[in-house]
C-alpha cells in the first residue's frame, strides 16, 4: 500500500540492548514525526524533520535517543542502552500538508 | 499539570445513544484542533479538524471555545463500531510543522 509503513512490528529487547527503529514515510511527505505512545496515554512527541534537517527534538526524553533521516525520505529512531521504562508503541507519521498519516508503530518491549 | 486533559473514561452507551466527550487545552497559543480516533492496538487515524464556528461531519459534531480552551465532541446514534478510543490534539506552532500535543484519550465502548 501507499501508507507509511515502519519495521519490525514488534521488537523484545533485554535491558541495556541498542535498538533501531525504522520508519518509511510516504513518498514525497517533506514532514516527518516520531511519537513515543506508553499504556493507556496518548501519544508524546519526540522529534520532527523537515526533509533531511531535524529541526525539533525536544521530546527525546535521553541522550539514549537519536534519529535520523539523511536522505530526507526513510527514518531511523535509534535508542542506545535500553530501559524497562522505554517500553512503549513507537509511531511515525508523515505530511505534505496539515494531515498527518500514521504508521502501524513498532512495540518495544525491554525485558 | 497535562497540556491537553481529557477524562479517560471508559463511558460505556447503549447503541443509538448520543454521548459527549470534553478536552481542555492549557497553551493558549496553541493554533489547530483536531479529533483523532484510535482503535485497540492500532495508529491513531484523523477524525475531524476543530474549527471555532462548530463542524459536523454526519453523526459526529466538534466544537472549540477558545476562551475556555475547552474542545468537544459529540457523536449521535452511536454504533457498535464506534468502540475506541477519542484524542483530543491541538498543535503548537504551524498546522503543517507543529508538533501534535495529545490528550491521554478517551475510551468509548458501544453496547448492543
Known amino acids: 500500500g501507499a501508507g507509511v509503513s515502519q519495521s519490525p512490528r514488534y521488537k523484545v529487547a533485554k535491558r541495556g540492548q541498542d535498538v533501531a527503529l525504522r520508519c518509511d514515510p510516504i513518498s514525497g511527505h517533506v514532514s516527518l514525526f516520531w511519537y513515543q505512545q506508553a499504556l493507556g496515554q496518548g501519544p508524546e512527541f519526540l522529534t520532527y524533520f523537515q526533509n533531511e534537517a531535524q529541526l525539533d527534538k525536544s521530546g527525546l526524553p535521553s541522550d539514549r535517543f537519536f534519529a535520523e533521516r539523511p536522505e530526507g525520505s526513510v527514518s531511523t529512531l535509534k535508542i542506545q542502552r535500553t530501559q524497562q521504562e522505554d517500553s512503549a508503541v513507537y509511531l511515525c507519521a508523515s505530511s505534505l500538508g496539515s494531515v498527518r498519516f500514521f504508521g502501524p508503530g513498532t512495540r518495544l518491549t525491554v525485558l | ?112
Open chain 2, 1 to 112: 499539570r497535562k497540556e491537553v486533559e481529557q477524562d479517560p473514561g471508559p463511558f460505556n452507551v447503549p447503541e443509538g445513544a448520543t454521548v459527549a466527550f470534553n478536552c481542555t487545552y492549557s497553551n493558549s497559543a496553541s493554533q489547530s484542533f483536531f479529533w483523532y480516533r484510535q482503535d485497540c492496538r492500532k495508529e491513531p487515524k484523523l477524525l475531524m479538524s476543530v474549527y471555532s464556528s462548530g463542524n459536523e461531519d454526519g453523526r459526529f459534531t466538534a466544537q472549540l471555545n477558545r476562551a475556555s480552551q475547552y474542545i468537544s465532541l459529540l457523536i449521535r446514534d452511536s454504533k457498535l463500531s464506534d468502540s475506541a478510543t477519542y484524542l483530543c490534539v491541538v498543535t503548537s506552532g504551524s498546522s503543517n510543522t507543529g508538533k501534535l500535543i495529545f490528550g491521554q484519550g478517551t475510551t468509548l465502548q458501544v453496547k448492543p
